[in-house]
């Protein structure tokens, strides 16, 4: 990562959590020599209209004035290389993956770290042009028409347009029907499968309301994905090691994208009211199946079957796995799934720059979000210092070499996702991994970490 030292780190009072990332890093009379003083943290001089620190709470008390502005400049940069890039975007991408519904996310960020209503105003601008060309074909979040309508709810309730908002989420329930039968081909991964439904409701009911989604409609999804893990798990022959498991495309994918990683991360989530049996006696256990096959590095296979350490991504890997984890540490409350997960953050430090590119599904910036989601559960800054050091990566953005995506603008392969990513440095305290975490509804109890 580089030995030198980044004014960014003189933003922090006291030390470290024990770890030094590398000596000249800490080293006081280096950080003398910048100038910067620990008390020193507000930012001078104007700063852009679109991104103001001043509507924005604790950034300044976490990053310097230097490295802040640096911030704010570059998301101004990229939005406006982004809007220029999507004049050629296909009109017909709808995802929240790819397309328009994920610009439409993006900019609902933006209007929530900022509270500029120009960015409310920008995503209905999406939304709108969105529920126009829904097409059918597909019923998860990321990749279907989910998204489009769940973001659309949601734009649509924070302006108080509540019959807007309600028909989108009638429309979203509609959908319902198709996802619970069993006669279906549909899968149970996030991005096209039934765990990808249930991420909708999960994230209406927690950007909404708690009850926009009635419990019912959401466990009878929930039920669904446990009976067919199950009796994939029985075709198998591994009910007793592995009680849920699930393919995709004939693969026992691990990963966050199409594996067990994201479907188990789902079922844990508090909002989802899964019962303490179910999580006990068939999650818990699957979980830690997937634990032993963790390589020497720390790392995971991309498929239950593959003995190849290569890819650390969120959607292959470490990246995707250390959710799983957290996770699982908050629900289960054992230090072995905290443990796992710090494993998988050196794995990401280590490895995780891509030459892929700066995105969110096999990108930097969706591996910098393993470190926000790290911090905000340990409080150990040291996790908060590698994802600042992940988007001082992004804030070169362009010059690595790195390949350029098909979709270059797009929230999971592209542009969009690093912005986000760079937005959140901004209020580490509230990050979220975009169409995957659901913010919490209360505060959490962190746990410490020593270094």
């Known amino acids: ?86 004049k050629t975007a296909d009109p017909h991408d709808c995802s929240a993956y790819t397309g328009w519904t994920g610009i439409a996310l993006l900019y609902l960020q933006l209007y929530r770290v900022t509270k500029n209503q120009s960015h409310l105003q920008r995503s209905l601008d999406y939304v709108k042009r969105i529920l126009r060309n829904l097409n059918g074909r597909r019923v998860t979040f990321l990749c279907g028409d989910a998204g489009p309508l769940a973001v659309g709810a949601v734009v649509y309730h924070k302006l108080k347009n509540d019959t807007e908002s309600k028909e989108c989420v009638a429309k979203l329930l509609q959908l319902q029907r198709s996802v619970i039968s069993m006669d279906s081909e549909l899968p149970d991964e996030l991005l096209y499968g039934r765990a990808g439904y249930l991420y909708a409701l999960l994230y209406l009911n927690t950007e909404i309301g708690p009850d926009t989604v009635p419990q019912s409609v959401i466990k009878e999804v929930i039920d669904a994905i446990i009976e067919s893990g199950k009796n994939f798990s029985k075709e198998e022959r591994k009910t007793d090691r592995c009680p849920l498991l699930y393919q995709w495309h004939r693969k026992q994918y691990v990963g966050a994208a199409h594996g067990v990683a994201g479907i188990y991360y789902m079922l844990m989530q508090p909002i989802a009211n899964v019962d303490q049996e179910t999580l006990t006696e068939l999650v818990k256990p699957s979980i830690d199946y997937v634990r032993h096959k963790k390589f020497r590095s720390g790392n995971y296979p991309s498929s239950l079957s593959n003995e190849t ?143």
């Not at 592209?414 to 659901?438: C, K, N, R, Y």
Request: with cysteine; proline share 5%; charged share 20%.
């Open 1 to 86: 990562m580089g030995s030198y030292c980044h004014p960014f780190w003189s933003a922090f009072s006291g030390t470290c959590g024990g770890e030094h990332e590398s000596s000249s890093c800490f080293n006081r009379p280096m950080l003398q020599c910048m100038g910067v003083k620990p008390g020193s943290l507000t930012v001078s001089g104007k700063v852009p209209n679109d991104f103001s620190t001043a509507r924005i709470p604790h950034f300044s008390r976490i990053v310097n004035a230097r490295f802040s502005k640096r911030i704010q400049a570059k998301i101004k940069d990229l939005l406006q290389q982004m809007e220029e890039g999507l």
């Open 309 to 451: 350490d290569r890819l650390v991504h969120w959607c292959h890997g470490a990246p995707g796995v250390i959710h799983m984890l957290m996770q699982a540490y908050k629900t289960f409350k054992e230090d072995k799934y905290l443990k796992d997960a710090i494993d998988c953050s050196d794995v990401i430090w280590q490895r995780g720059l891509l030459r892929k590119g700066y995105g969110i599904c096999h990108g930097t910036a969706g591996n910098g979000y393993s470190f926000l989601s790290l911090y905000n559960l340990t409080q150990d800054r040291k996790y908060l210092y590698r994802a600042c050091k992940f988007a001082e990566w992004c804030l070169e953005y362009g010059a690595h070499g790195c390949r350029i995506p098909d979709r270059p603008y797009s929230l999971f392969e592209g542009m969009a996702g690093a912005i986000h990513f760079l937005s959140d440095i901004s209020v580490p305290e509230t990050s979220q991994f975009p169409a995957f975490e659901l913010r919490p509804q209360k505060r959490e109890n962190k746990v410490e970490q020593d270094g």
